[in-house]
C-alpha cells in the first residue's frame, strides 16, 4: 500500500476537505498552538456554497492592499529576504469552494493531464497527501527526496553536469494572466475575460496587490 496520495488522484469532495486543513492553507512552520484548521471549517460552514459577494462587500475588499498578511523570511541570514504570503482564511476558503467544484476540479486535472504528456517536463511539487499515520508535509518531503535526490543520484551514471536554477520571490513574479492560460487555454482565456470562471477567479486572487492592472471583478466569481 502506498504511503501517499497525489492531490491529482483525489476526488473534488476529497479535495475540499484536503485544503482545508491547517497545513494546506499556511506550511509555514509556526508555533504548534497556530492551527487554523477551525477557522477554515467553520468559514466554509458559514459560506456554504455562496458567493463572496454575499458576505462582503467585494468593492472595498478589491482596492485593499493588505487584505493577505505578508511575513518576511531570510534565506541565508544575510541579504536574502524573501516575503510570504498568508491570504485571507475568507478569500481562501472561496477559492477552495470554486475550485472543488466538480466541473471545476475536473477541468483542473484534466490540464495537469495534458502538462503532464511531455516526458521531459515533471512536475514533482504536487501537494501529496499522506496515507499512513505521517503528516502530508512529511511524505511530500518524501516525494521530493526519492523523486529529485535519489533521481540525480542514479542520472549522475549518464550525466557529467546538473543544471539548477531558481526564481526569487516567484509566487508574486508570476504575471497572472498566463493562470487562466493554463486553464483555459490562451486563446479561450482571451475571449472569456469578464466571464465567471475559474481561470479569472485565480488571476483575481493570485494578482499583485502592487499591480497597476485593473482587473475586472465579477460578482458571480466569489
Known sequence: MTSRKSLLNLRSDSAKKFFLKHESYCNIDLPIYFSFTELLQKLAEELNHRTLNELSDLKKIKNLDDVNY????????????????????????????KITERQSWGKIKERFKK???????????IPVKAENKQRDKAQQISQWWEAVEQESIALSIDYDFIFETDIADC???IYTHSIAWAIETKEIAKKIVREPCLAILLILVFRRPSTNKQMVYHKALF
Open 70 to 97: 505578508t511575513l518576511y523570511t531570510n534565506k541565508d541570514g544575510k541579504l536574502s529576504w524573501r516575503p510570504l504570503q498568508i491570504i485571507h482564511p475568507l478569500v481562501y476558503v472561496a477559492l477552495v469552494d
Open 115 to 125: 502538462f503532464q504528456q511531455n516526458p521531459k517536463i515533471r512536475c514533482l511539487s
Open 171 to 173: 509566487y508574486s513574479s
